[in-house]
């Protein structure tokens, strides 16, 4: 069965700094990566998506993720990051044929002043 | 564009009760789903579409049943409310081209059974 990993429930990090949200997924011959992100009280917006080409993805909000076949990872980065960012991301998958997404448990990150 | 509009946004059930959760979209899609989203759970799955007439089950069907009789509407039917039930629903549809699975949520409608 389908599944994504998110390692970090919660990523604590003060305003201006760099950050990494960590995604891995169980392995198939192909597959559709996305981050959505929810603002509280929100549903979930698109933050970016892999769906083939180039590796490293840009979305919104000055946000990117590196697709990794070898290592199945897609993790989030942000190189510097705004109180405003404070929102939950969640990783997703799709898997060629099926619509239907797989999503991780969350990671809460929470922008310090 | 109003996109997914989900109602009610907020909504308080007493055990063996029943209900309703309604999902419209303006968009012409053909895929539609419901997922239920708990603390550390993420989202999962309950119930899709993949075009009028047809239903299929996700993740966690159990408790829910669902219709779709036109392009707009997906409504989310509780038959008799469980505690195990509370949570926050969302609704999402996609567009029929392409495969990607890309979805546009509503803003979701939280539910407490007591």
Not at chain 2, 27 to 36: A, K, P, Q, V
Not at chain 2, 87 to 97: L, M, P
Request: net charge neutral.
């Amino acid at each position: 069965a389908q599944s994504v990993t998110q390692l970090d429930s919660q990523v604590p990090v003060f305003e201006e700094a760099p950050v990494e949200l960590r995604c891995n997924y169980s392995s198939s011959v192909s597959v559709y990566l996305f981050w959505y992100v929810q603002y509280p009280n929100q549903g979930l917006q698109l933050l970016l998506k892999y769906l083939s080409g180039s590796t490293l993805v840009k979305g919104i909000n000055g946000f990117e993720a590196e697709f990794n076949k070898s290592q199945t990872s897609f993790h989030l980065r942000k190189p510097s990051v705004h109180i405003s960012d404070t929102a939950e991301y969640f990783c997703a998958v799709s898997y060629t044929g099926r619509r239907a997404l797989t999503f991780g448990s969350g990671t809460r990150l929470q922008v310090q002043p | 564009n109003a996109g997914v509009t989900q109602t009610p946004k907020f909504q308080v059930l007493k055990t063996g009760q029943s209900m309703t959760l309604q999902c419209a979209q303006d968009m012409n899609h053909e895929y539609m789903s419901w997922y239920r989203q708990d603390p550390g759970m993420g989202l999962r799955l309950i119930h899709y579409s993949v075009g009028a007439g047809i239903t299929d089950q996700g993740e966690v069907p159990n408790g829910y049943n669902v219709s779709r009789s036109t392009t707009e509407d997906f409504p989310l039917r509780l038959l008799s409310a469980a505690p195990s039930q509370t949570s926050v629903y969302f609704c999402a549809s996609s567009s029929g081209t392409g495969d990607t699975g890309e979805l546009f949520f509503g803003e979701g409608s939280r539910l407490t059974v007591l």
